[in-house]
């Protein structure tokens, strides 16, 4: 398992886009590479915040709704641990990448409820790669991305998906 980042420190402001020389292509990820990255603090504010405007549910707003529930206090939405989570992704290595976006996931599970307090960091893991043959300059990634918290618990599970271009002939 590698535990090194795939990029030291990524600065994304607006004046120092990355540049083609430090992009990461559809060939620099290789299949059964594992990489662990990110580091998030779950907030109960931010909790509330997030639940408030995209999934108003009482176990993710209320402390006393939320005791009274089978989950015994608040815990975040799990949309809220997916948005995490693809911060984590972009932070560590979507804007240093020539990425595509994706046409989707195979697989989204919440495992774990994440609550106050807590702190989440990622694995990936690269279970497929292959050239699209329908757009010459695309491939594709196939990852899984666990993201577990500070007991090591896997909070959410998600397969899916990458579109990233091909290195450009030199």
Request: aromatic fraction near 8%; hydrophobic fraction near 40%; include cysteine.
């Amino acid at each position: 398992m590698c535990r090194r980042p795939l990029l030291a420190e990524p600065d994304m402001t607006p004046e120092t886009p990355a540049s083609d020389s430090t992009l990461l292509y559809w060939e620099d990820f290789r299949e059964g590479e594992v990489r662990e990255f990110g580091q998030m603090s779950v907030k109960r504010d931010d909790i509330v915040r997030f639940a408030a405007e995209f999934d108003p549910q009482p176990f993710h707003l209320d402390e006393a709704a939320a005791a009274q529930t089978m989950f015994g206090g608040l815990i975040a939405s799990g949309w809220h641990t997916a948005a995490m989570a693809m911060r984590m992704m972009c932070d560590e290595y979507l804007l240093r990448s020539a990425s595509l976006g994706s046409p989707g996931l195979e697989t989204l599970k919440w495992l774990q409820p994440v609550r106050p307090g807590d702190t989440l960091h990622t694995r990936l893991t690269i279970l497929e790669t292959r050239p699209l043959q329908s757009r010459p300059g695309v491939g594709l990634l196939k990852s899984r991305h666990e993201v577990l918290n500070q007991r090591g618990e896997t909070v959410m599970l998600m397969e899916g998906f990458g579109m990233m271009r091909r290195r450009p002939a030199a």
